[in-house]
Each structure stands twice: as structure tokens, then as C-alpha cells.
Nanobody, 114 residues
Framework: QVQLVESGGGLVQPGGSLKLSCAAS????????MAWYRQAPGKQRELVAL???????NYADSVKGRFAISRDNAKNTVFLLMNSLKPEDTAVYYC????????WGQGTQVTVSS
């Protein structure tokens, strides 16, 4: 059974930074393209960043230039570095595959507020 555990969220002021981590067990994530998603209250879950097996990255327009996704295959972990955070980045953040999703983890709450 694959388990994804997200961590690193919290309360941060506008303009601040956070680094999220996603630790996977039960599967080797280096075999898959991985992504970070987020879901804000009252909105659908959206993909914000993805990283291919080869390390190529792509970002939603709303986070381009501010967020950076990376992976440490030795640790079976995916990261999301978030800079210049805005109130509209407030959401629960999840990681998962890009296709053929694993069961969702519990996510990690990011709140951007002064």
C-alpha cells in the first residue's frame, strides 16, 4: 500500500517562504512523474507543479517564478520550495503522481496571512 505523507506547511506572512516535503512509502517514486497539488476552500484541487522522471519541471502560471519542485530519489521524497508567498496561495497542499494517482495523503495546510 502506497502512503504519501506531506509536511512543512504552516502560517507565514505575505512575501515569506516555506519548503514542503512529501515522503513516500510502498512505492519507488523515481519511477513516476510527480506533482504538487493544492486545494483552497471552496475550490477544486489544482496541479501547481510537476517534475518528470528525468527532472524536467513545469508550473502553473500562478506560481511560475515563485515555486520550485525537486525530488531526492535516494530519500524517496519530493519537495516544493515556495517563495514570495501570497494570500491566494493559502490552501492544503498534496503531492501525488501526475497520472494514475496513488491514494491521497492528508496534505499540509499553508496559510499566508499578515
Amino acid at each position: 500500500q502506497v502512503q504519501l505523507v506531506e509536511s512543512g506547511g504552516g502560517l507565514v506572512q505575505p512575501g515569506g517562504s516555506l519548503k514542503l516535503s512529501c515522503a513516500a512509502s510502498g512505492s519507488i517514486i523515481s519511477n513516476y512523474a510527480m506533482a504538487w497539488y493544492r486545494q483552497a476552500p471552496g475550490k477544486q484541487r489544482e496541479l501547481v507543479a510537476l517534475i518528470s522522471i528525468g527532472g524536467n519541471t513545469n508550473y502553473a502560471d500562478s506560481v511560475k517564478g515563485r515555486f520550485a519542485i525537486s525530488r531526492d530519489n535516494a530519500k524517496n521524497t519530493v519537495f516544493l520550495l515556495m517563495n514570495s508567498l501570497k494570500p491566494e496561495d493559502t490552501a492544503v497542499y498534496y503531492c501525488n503522481r501526475v497520472n494514475n494517482l496513488f491514494p491521497w495523503g492528508q496534505g499540509t495546510q499553508v496559510t499566508v496571512s499578515s
